[in-house]
């Protein structure tokens, strides 16, 4: 079983930046999809960013255009850059791993999460 750990959360203002990073124990990004859920206080976990093998991304409508995901196959690290970031990203972020290439909406794999809060 592959093993997630993330890093890279912490307190930041409204407008700033924080990247998150997820080093994955095995080489796994060229057989499975990988990316990002968050869960906020009371609220349901979502799904955030995810990228397949072949590099196509997909975003939530809520991060577009401020969250860029990629991943560095060498290392075996995926990441999530967060910019411009607003109290309601207020999450703890979970990397995962898709169940399948191309998709992370049924995951086989979570970490253990990192916090992120953003509050002036």
């Known amino acids: 079983q592959v093993q997630l750990v993330e890093s890279g959360g912490g307190l930041v203002q409204p407008g700033g930046s924080l990247r998150l990073s997820c080093a994955a124990s095995?080489?796994?990004?060229?057989?499975?999809?990988m990316g990002w859920y968050r869960q906020a206080p009371g609220k349901q976990r979502e799904l955030v960013a995810g990228i397949t093998t072949g590099g196509i991304r997909m975003y939530a409508d809520s991060v577009k255009g401020r969250f860029t995901i990629s991943r560095d196959n060498a290392k075996n690290t995926l990441y999530l850059q967060m910019n411009s970031l607003k109290p309601e990203d207020t999450a703890v972020y979970y990397c995962?791993?898709?169940?399948?290439?191309?998709?992370?909406?049924?995951?086989?794999?979570w970490g253990q999460g990192t916090q992120v809060t953003v509050s002036s």
């Open positions: 995962v791993r898709g169940s399948e290439w191309y998709t992370v909406r049924s995951v086989g794999s």
């Open positions: 095995e080489s796994i990004f060229s057989i499975y999809a």
